[in-house]
């Protein structure tokens, strides 16, 4: 039974940086056909998707955050990390970690995710 | 912005059936994405409930099943059980936007 668990702090100041790790147990983390997901949900809102990473390293952004966005692994540690640049006040949010099941056909759906993390941007 | 459309909420009795319809456009589900479906319980992360638009995995209840037809999705929930309020999103992937988008999210409300 695969499990994530995301850490990080819980307080960023604007423009600063976020970053956040997730732990993956309970399976391998190097196994090929997923891919390691972030994805935020603004206070009372939807989710956003905001990129992944094969545990070769390869990764894959949102268009609209990729210019601010990070994700990189640590296999040794099955981790990953998210690192999000120039934060504002609107990326205030939980942020989850994911896995993402790869389809030859592009339709990849997330499953199972973290419990999640409250990240708040404020000075 | 979301560009998978849902009804804000949906409410039902007991024992009723209810559907969720999820609405997209030819750059996603009109495209031949699969659609996915999550509930997400107050206070706790989005858990999957249905993947590849009709598929249930392992230990989700069959009174939840989804469908799929042209730009559009739905999932439909029988035998409405006070534990199914929730909010449920679907997921999907837009080429034009080069990413996974989500619905807009639903509230389920059983009275």
């Known amino acids: 039974q695969v499990q994530l668990q995301e850490s990080g702090p819980g307080l960023v100041k604007p423009s600063q940086t976020l970053s956040l790790t997730c732990t993956v147990s309970?399976?391998?983390?190097?196994?090929?056909?997923?891919?390691w997901s972030w994805i935020r949900q603004h206070p009372g809102k939807g989710l956003e998707w905001i990129g992944y990473?094969?545990?070769?390293?390869?990764?894959y952004y949102n268009p609209s955050l990729k210019s601010r966005v990070t994700i990189s692994v640590d296999t040794s540690k099955n981790q990953f990390s998210l690192k999000l640049s120039s934060v504002t006040a609107a990326d205030t949010a939980v942020y989850y970690c994911?896995?993402?099941?790869?389809?030859?056909?592009?339709?990849?759906?997330?499953?199972?995710w973290g419990q999640g993390t409250l990240v708040t941007v404020s000075s | 912005q979301s560009v998978l459309t849902q009804p804000p909420s949906v409410s039902g009795a007991p024992g009723q059936r209810v559907t969720i319809s999820c609405t997209g456009s030819?750059?996603?589900?009109?495209?031949?994405?699969?659609v996915h479906w999550y509930q997400q319980l107050p206070g706790t992360a989005p858990k999957l409930l249905i993947y590849?638009?009709?598929n249930r995995p392992s230990g989700v209840p069959d009174r939840f099943s989804g469908s799929k037809s042209g730009t559009s999705a739905s999932l439909a929930i029988s035998g409405l059980q006070a534990e199914d309020e929730a909010d449920y999103y679907c997921?999907?992937?837009?080429?034009?936007?080069?990413?996974?988008?989500f619905g807009t999210g639903t509230k389920v409300t059983v009275l």
């Open positions: 994911a896995r993402g099941t790869a389809t030859v056909t592009g339709s990849d759906w997330f499953d199972p």
């Open positions: 309970g399976g391998s983390f190097s196994s090929g056909g997923y891919y």
């Open positions: 990473i094969y545990y070769s390293g390869n990764t």
């Open positions: 030819s750059s996603n589900i009109g495209a031949g994405y699969d």
């Open positions: 590849g638009n009709s």
């Open positions: 997921q999907s992937y837009d080429s034009s936007l080069s990413g996974y988008v």
